[in-house]
């Protein structure tokens, strides 16, 4: 799961990456809301834990103009205070939770996971791509109506792109998306894995959906090429 951590105190900041890393969330941390807002923009997480007192543009604005842009990335908001009213103003903003400091760890933990099960849930769970369909729910990959078998890694590899298709992903994200933290941090895996979905997605089909984007990575052809 990737969480962004937009908070100002760095202690705290710092605090909550090493913890939530060795939960096993891959961890980004901003410190003011203008970073935050465009690392939360530029970037996939599956949550944003964000401060409401933050320098630059605080926490309500960071979650409103991330929901203007349609962004449905859960949101746990953090703060000192403590009432209704702050509760109320962080969930009319587009907060899906909200947490006062201080807090129990093990319940910011619990928080997350729930939360990203959440959203989750409400993902696309088939992407259709020309006819190339990938069914995230069932994790079955057809192509003109027939039945491409894949292996888990290979699956998830093409499940991100597919999320994402149309845009150049790097080797990084997909590493950080699909492998766990610190196993098989090779770019090379990945390009393995590419080559063995080109062999399966494409070339059977005379196409070219999985394209290298020199420089950047990969995408995959948003008409399934």
């Known amino acids: 799961m990737r969480v962004l951590v937009v908070e100002d105190e760095r202690r705290l900041a710092l605090a909550l990456q090493h913890g939530l890393t060795v939960e096993g969330f891959s961890v980004d ?61 962080a969930l009319d903003t587009g907060a899906d939770d909200y947490l006062s400091k201080p807090f129990s760890f093990v319940v910011l933990v619990a928080r997350l996971r729930a939360l990203a099960r959440r959203i989750g849930s409400r993902a696309p769970r088939r992407t259709v791509l020309g006819d190339l369909v990938v069914d995230s729910a069932a994790r079955i990959c057809t192509r003109g109506g027939v039945s491409i078998p894949l292996t888990p890694r290979e699956f998830a590899v093409l499940d991100h792109l597919a999320r994402r298709a149309g845009e150049a992903v790097s080797k990084r994200e997909i590493l950080d998306e699909v492998w766990d933290s610190g196993v098989d941090s090779d770019p090379n895996t990945v390009e393995v894995h590419v080559s063995a979905l080109r062999r399966k997605i494409d070339t059977p089909f005379g196409r070219a959906a999985v394209q290298t984007v020199r420089g950047a990575g990969y995408r995959l052809a948003a008409d399934g090429g």
Not at 46 to 69: A, E, F, H, K, S
Not at 77 to 89: I, Y
Request: charged residues 25%; aromatic residues 4%.
């Open 29 to 89: 941390v901003a410190h003011d809301g203008v970073s935050g807002l465009a690392k939360a923009t530029e970037r996939p997480y599956d949550v944003v834990v964000l401060d409401i007192m933050l320098p630059g543009l605080n926490g309500y604005r960071v979650c409103q103009r991330l929901r203007d842009t349609g962004s449905n990335v859960g949101i746990l908001m953090l703060t000192a205070k403590d009432g209704e009213w702050d509760e109320a103003e």
